[in-house]
C-alpha cells in the first residue's frame, strides 16, 4: 500500500481494480442511460409497520441513537439497482463537492425498511470496484439493503489523501465522517431506511479507514462492521502514522478477514488484523475472523451453487447482526452458516 502502487498486479491482484479512476467500470457501462423506472422515492418514508425480523428489536435490545440530520436542504439523491442508475455527483458535504453510487433493490418500496451497508473501496480503486467485485448489485437484489459506496475525495485531478482514505492525514478525517453523516441523514429523509441495520465494510486502504471509522463516535449507529486486510497499528510510510483502538459503548459485533502472514502491501496487514481482532475481543465485542492464506488478495470465499453470491457471508454476517445484541454475542455461537469458508471460527 505504498504512495504510487495500485491494487491492480501480484499485491491486489484478486481486488484488481486499476483501470477505475472514479468512472463507471466500463463493465457496466452498458446500463447507463434510462434510470430504473421507479427507483427513487423522494417522500417522507412509509412509518406502518416494519419487516418482521428486521426492525423491531428484540426484548430488551438496546436502541440506536437517532440518524443524523443534514445542515440546510439535502438534495434529491438518486439511487438505482446498477451503479450508472444510482451515481450521485455534486453532493456538498464539508464544503466539498461528493460522489457517490446509492443502490437500491429493484422492488423497492416505501412500506418496507431497509438495511443500509456502507462500503469503502481500496487503494487506487473506485465505487465500480467495490460493486463489481463484491457481486454488490446482486447482493442489493437478493439481500434487499440499500448500499452507499463512495468514491474518494479528488482536489481537481488529484487525491486529497494519499491513501484515498484520511487514516493517515487524520487532520482531514472530520471531512470524511461528515460525508457518513450528511448521506445518512438525507438517505433517511428520502428513502425507507432501518436504523437497527447501519452497516460498514471496507478492503485494505478501504478497510484501514473503516478500522479508523469505529474508533469515531459514528460508529455509535453501526450495528456491525466488516475489516478486509484492515486493522490497527502504527507504520512508517514516508510519514509515522498509527491506528489505536478506543473503547466503545457500542459492543457492535465484527468480522475481520485478511490474508495470514503474507498479507502485507507497504502495511503488515496480518499484524494489524490480529490487533484489531485482540483489542475488539478484549473491550467485549463479538468477533468473527476469517484468516485465509491468500495474501493481500480477495478473500477465496467458496463459489455458491444455484446462483448464489460469492460472499454470501459477508451479507449473512449484516443481516443476522442488528444493532444492540448483548455484548460480546452472536447468533453465531453454534456454528457459523454453511456461506462461511471453513477457515472463518467465532473468536472465544
Known amino acids: ?61 438496546r436502541l440506536p441513537p437517532p440518524l ?36 437500491i433493490p429493484p422492488n423497492y418500496t416505501s412500506t418496507k425498511r431497509y438495511p443500509v451497508i456502507w462500503g469503502y473501496h481500496w487503494l487506487n480503486a473506485s465505487a465500480g470496484s467495490v460493486i463489481r467485485d463484491a457481486e454488490l448489485e446482486e447482493a442489493v437484489r437478493q439481500y434487499e439493503f440499500i448500499a452507499v459506496v463512495p468514491e474518494n475525495l479528488m482536489n481537481g485531478s488529484t487525491k486529497a489523501y494519499s491513501f484515498d482514505w484520511p487514516f493517515v492525514e487524520v487532520m482531514n478525517a472530520p471531512k470524511e465522517l461528515q460525508l457518513f453523516d450528511d448521506v445518512l441523514a438525507c438517505l433517511n429523509q428520502q428513502y425507507s431506511v432501518d436504523p437497527n441495520h447501519l452497516h460498514v465494510f471496507g478492503a485494505s486502504a478501504g478497510g484501514l479507514w473503516t478500522t479508523y471509522l469505529s474508533t469515531t463516535d459514528k460508529v455509535d449507529r453501526v450495528a456491525s462492521l466488516l475489516s478486509i486486510s ?59 475472523t476469517c484468516m485465509h492464506t491468500e495474501g493481500h488478495k480477495i478473500p477465496p470465499f467458496p463459489e455458491q451453487a444455484d446462483g448464489g453470491l460469492k460472499f454470501a457471508g459477508f451479507w449473512d454476517f449484516f443481516r443476522d447482526h442488528p444493532y444492540g445484541l448483548p455484548p460480546g454475542t452472536t447468533p453465531y455461537a453454534g456454528g457459523l452458516p454453511a456461506s462461511f469458508p471453513g477457515y472463518c471460527q467465532v473468536v472465544p
Open 230 to 288: 484492515g486493522g490497527l497499528g502504527e507504520v512508517t510510510l514516508g510519514i509515522t502514522w498509527e491506528i489505536a483502538w478506543v473503547p466503545k459503548p457500542n459492543k457492535f459485533p465484527a468480522m475481520v478477514v485478511w490474508g495470514g502472514s503474507t498479507d502485507w502491501l507497504g502495511v503488515n496487514f496480518d499484524v494489524a488484523s490480529r490487533a484489531y481482532r485482540d483489542a475488539l475481543r478484549a473491550d467485549n465485542h463479538a468477533v468473527i
Open 68 to 103: 443524523p440530520t443534514y445542515a440546510g436542504t439535502c438534495p434529491t439523491l438518486v439511487a438505482g439497482s446498477t451503479q450508472a442508475t444510482g451515481r450521485n455527483t455534486g453532493f456538498m458535504s464539508a464544503g466539498d463537492s461528493r460522489e457517490f453510487v446509492v443502490l
Open 1 to 61: 500500500m505504498a504512495t504510487g502502487s495500485t491494487d491492480a498486479g501480484d499485491p491486489d491482484s484478486g481486488i484488481t481494480a486499476a483501470s477505475d479512476s472514479g468512472t463507471p467500470d466500463a463493465a457496466l457501462d452498458g446500463d447507463a442511460g434510462t434510470p430504473d423506472a421507479g427507483a427513487v422515492d423522494s417522500g417522507t418514508p412509509d412509518s406502518g409497520t416494519p419487516d418482521a425480523g428486521m426492525t423491531t428489536p428484540d426484548a430488551g435490545r
